[in-house]
């Protein structure tokens, strides 16, 4: 059984009983009049989710996605029979951006960014944030929302709608994609429906054995954690208003479920687990990035690389990555984001296989962020996080000493069979860390039968590096 209230239990005890006994009873939710049927959110969810799914960098990671399910279940078993649609479908996708935010479209999929699990100090507050984009699909705010503004029809409001949700930073990124143009003009939710979303979501959590107040706490600690910019979440999702104070007000008229708490143990390793990848890039970064008309190798193609590929050029092109550091490759290689790192790779080396990035010619460059400050275990734990995606990777049997940007640093040779042909593959590794502690990472791509030659490039790109601190 769950103790809600830890300290001075005994001395609370008689004042809780009173302030029960006198406590309003749980606030009565009503979802607003809405013209459409829930069919139609459904609809529009899915045709707005599908645009998303191909704009915004989402994660397919599957301990961060299961993680999100097995809270996103337990809210979804929380909501009142009233309010729930048997036609709706509850999903959760994490994406690798920064901010702290997340969204949710008619019908129920829900986008978490990974900031905002990286940021929350626990479960509770991670659910806090799902339980109130929820009550944004079980009350069918975005087309209630319609219903009051205009008299369009369901295929005309799509993109009205899924701006009005998809709203700040989220917008920016999508609507710098080439096949979605939802614009800056978003609708942001009334502050009415802003707080039905706060006071049922605080129901759910308690049904769903969460502690409501963690919804309250969660506010602060976006106020607190959000970068430059103001925090993106609360501009779409405006304050109605002393949100802290009533949620906790609505928390304790509520009985929380017996259940796991706000404290799983899980939350820990999930956030162990995101600090091990390389850091999410802000939604600016995706939008410049995609202004500046790189494509991610996730990108339109989504087509196996081509294989016909050029030699590289000798003559060699530097680029500035980020203020981190400088790199020189063959000027025929194209820079390609990848949120987490860049490629650089050659026209018909890389494509999409099975919807994971592949490339079979070229180098990948990246920072990984990185609690162990000794190179070879924080070395041997991205190699083991590679093997994830690459399980016929050989394991490293030595590592050679050597210099990268003056920094000291380590290299190794691996072999692998080729997604994208089947065939055996030469994988590089370099690695050196940063002042930080974070470890930078170059691994160096190419078929068995051509590592002769792009031995050599490899290690004149290594030795064009240069960090900036
Ligand atoms: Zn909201």
Redesign the pocket.
């Known amino acids: 059984m769950r103790v809600m209230y830890r300290t001075n239990r005994s001395v609370l005890a008689a004042v809780l009983l009173a302030s029960v006994a006198t406590a309003a009873a749980q606030t009565k939710i009503t979802a607003p009049k809405n013209k459409y049927s829930p069919s139609d959110d459904v609809k529009l969810g899915q045709q707005a989710s599908q645009e998303i799914q191909k704009e915004l960098p989402v994660m397919r990671d599957e301990e961060v996605n299961s993680y999100l399910n097995n809270i996103g279940r337990r809210l979804a078993g929380g909501i009142p029979a009233e309010f729930s649609h048997p036609e709706f479908r509850y999903t959760f996708t994490a994406v690798n951006l920064r901010e702290i935010n997340a969204f949710a479209l008619p019908g129920g999929p829900m986008y978490i960014n990974r900031g905002m699990i990286e940021k929350a100090h626990n479960e509770g507050e991670v659910a806090g944030v799902m339980a ?2 929820m ?2 699909v079980a009350l069918r ?1 975005g087309t209630a929302q319609q219903t009051a503004a205009t008299p369009y029809a369901v295929g005309q409001v799509a993109g009205q709608i899924l701006g009005a949700i998809v709203g700040g930073g989220w917008g920016r990124v999508i609507s710098e994609g080439s096949n979605f143009g939802i614009g800056t003009a978003f609708l942001r ?1 009334s502050r009415e ?2 707080k039905q ?2 006071l049922l979501g605080a129901q759910i959590m308690a049904r769903a054995g969460y502690d409501p107040r963690d919804m309250a706490n969660v506010f602060r600690t976006i106020e607190k954690e959000s970068g430059p910019g103001g925090p993106q979440w609360l501009s ?3 304050n109605p208003g002393n949100r802290y104070e009533y949620i906790n007000q609505e928390a304790r008229t509520l009985r929380v479920a017996p259940g796991n708490g706000s404290n799983s143990a899980q939350f820990p390793n999930v956030q162990a687990h995101l600090r091990s990848l390389s850091p999410a890039p802000s939604s600016e970064e995706v939008a410049r990035n995609r202004k500046a008309g790189r494509e991610t190798p996730t990108g339109t193609s989504g087509s196996r690389p081509a294989g016909s590929v050029a030699r590289p050029n000798t003559q060699f092109t530097t680029y500035n990555e980020g203020n981190v550091f400088r790199i020189s490759v063959p000027s025929n290689w194209r820079e390609l984001g990848n949120n987490n790192a860049v490629t650089f790779a050659p026209e018909g080396a890389y494509g999409t296989v099975s919807g994971n990035s592949v490339f079979t010619h070229g180098i990948e460059v990246g920072v990984a962020r990185n609690e162990n400050h000794d190179l070879n275990t924080a070395t041997n734990e991205l190699l083991e996080s590679l093997r994830q995606g690459n399980p016929r990777l050989t394991r490293p049997s030595n590592y050679d000493r050597g210099t990268i940007g003056g920094r000291q640093g380590l290299r190794t040779v691996l072999s692998n069979v080729s997604d994208a042909t089947g065939g055996q593959e030469v994988i590089e590794v370099y690695t050196t860390q940063l002042g930080d502690g974070s470890l930078f990472y170059a691994l160096g791509v190419a078929p068995r039968e051509e590592y002769n030659t792009y031995a050599n490039v490899f290690r004149n790109v290594i030795r064009s590096i240069q960090f900036a601190r």
Request: without cysteine.
């Open positions: 109130h984009e009550v944004h705010h939710f429906y802003e979303a706060d779409d999702h405006p």
